[in-house]
Structures are given as C-alpha cells and as structure tokens.
C-alpha cells in the first residue's frame, strides 16, 4: 500500500531524521551571523579613552584604539595570527548612550593605501591562530633515549623532514572560544564598550609606516590615527 504525507509533514520529518543522522548537515558547523554575534562579548573597556593609543570624537560618541599588529590580546592570554592584525577598540559615551555596533563599520588604511582593507569576521582568524605559550609534548621515546646519554638524533636520518605538529583539537577550540569572546559585539550596545577587530595583512609590521582606523557608522564618519 502507497501514501503519502503531506508536504509540510513531510519536510518535518525529512528535517527530522536528517538532524538525527547527519547533525552536520543541519548547519551546526557554520555558525550563523546571529550565533557570532550572541557569543562575542568583547573585552572589558579600560577606564577612559585617554588609556588607549589614540582616541577621536565622532558626535557625542568617544572612539578609541590601540593596534596590537600580529597580537590577539584575550582576557586569558595574548594569542597570536600571521594572517591578520588587530584593533583593539573602546567606544564611549555620556550616561545612558547607547549606539548600534558593527565590525562592517570599521575598515584599515595601512601605508596611506587609497583602498583600506575591511574588517573581518573573527572566525576567517581561527585556522591561523596560535598560542606562544603552548609546546608540544616530547615524545616518551625521545625522552628515554635523551636520559641515557644516547640515541637522540644520532639514530635519525639526517634527510628526513620533521615530523608535523598537530595541536590538540581542545587547545584548536580553547583558543577559537578565546577570540570569538573577545571580539566587538554587534547589535545595540550600551556605552562603554570594547572588544577586538581583525583586518588581513600579511607581513611585519615595524615596517608599516602609517596605520588609520576608519569609522563610520550611526555617530558619523572619523579617522583615528594609530600610527604616523
């Protein structure tokens, strides 16, 4: 005998066994725009916008900023990117104010480039990030030849690459967890508040001559130079 379910029924249960059997396949490994942006708390802003780099006024609003070049400067610890470079941001009011964040206002003009570079979402950060405090474990077999006073590279052949380094995946999600907390949060936000921002550039950055952070956004248009 042949039936068949109505089509609403039917997607909700296609929808159903679908989250039931293939869970990745519901999207939970792509976080939407409205999940980033709940789990991005920002950092705490530091007492007044004197205590930044630099500060600019834009209407009643105070921006402030400070460029941490190659640094990820979480509450828990500084990590670091080759990739991107950092802005860590403080926006301030009068009592009470509140404004309307997004990372889409904020853009970068490195060296006195014409076209600046546009600020990115924190997770593009994830797959370049690291941690300078963490080392991988010495393998037991090294450690037991190193303690006799032989082996060691001795026994190695002198040709043969190094063996890659894997960073556990809890350390990989300890410091992606770091870096979406201390991202700016979006959305309406009352005053004072602060939080990290990520712009693509590859590179050194004592060579970078002149840096200008480019707001403009609900309190108006302004250029808070960072470096000269």
């Not at 039917?10 to 929808?15: E, L, R």
Request: neutral net charge; charged residues 20%.
């Amino acid at each position: 005998m042949q039936f068949s379910l109505p089509s609403r029924t039917g997607v909700a249960v296609v929808a159903i066994l679908t989250a039931v059997l293939w869970p990745g396949a519901s999207g939970q490994e792509v976080e939407s725009k409205d999940a980033q942006i709940r789990e991005a708390k920002g950092i705490p802003p530091r007492a007044t916008p004197a205590d930044y780099q630099a500060h600019v006024q834009a209407g009643s609003i105070t921006l402030a900023g400070e460029f941490t070049g190659h640094s990820i400067p979480t509450p828990q610890a500084v990590l670091a990117t080759e990739d991107y470079v950092v802005v860590e941001v403080g926006l301030f009011g009068p009592p009470e104010a509140r404004i309307k964040l997004s990372t889409e206002d904020f853009s970068l003009r490195i060296n006195g480039k014409k076209a600046p570079l546009p600020a990115q979402p924190y997770a593009l950060v994830f797959k370049s990030l690291k941690d300078p405090e963490w080392a991988p474990p010495v393998p037991a077999e090294s450690k037991s030849k190193t303690s006799l006073g032989g082996g060691g590279n001795a026994d190695k052949d002198p040709g043969a690459l190094p063996a890659p380094v894997h960073v556990p995946i809890e350390v990989e999600r300890a410091m992606e967890k770091r870096v979406q907390k201390a991202s700016l949060p979006e959305g309406d936000r009352a005053l004072p508040e602060a939080g990290l921002i990520f712009f693509q550039h590859r590179g050194k950055t004592d060579s970078l001559r002149s840096i200008e952070l480019i707001y403009a956004g609900p309190a108006g248009k302004v250029i808070l130079p960072l470096q000269r």
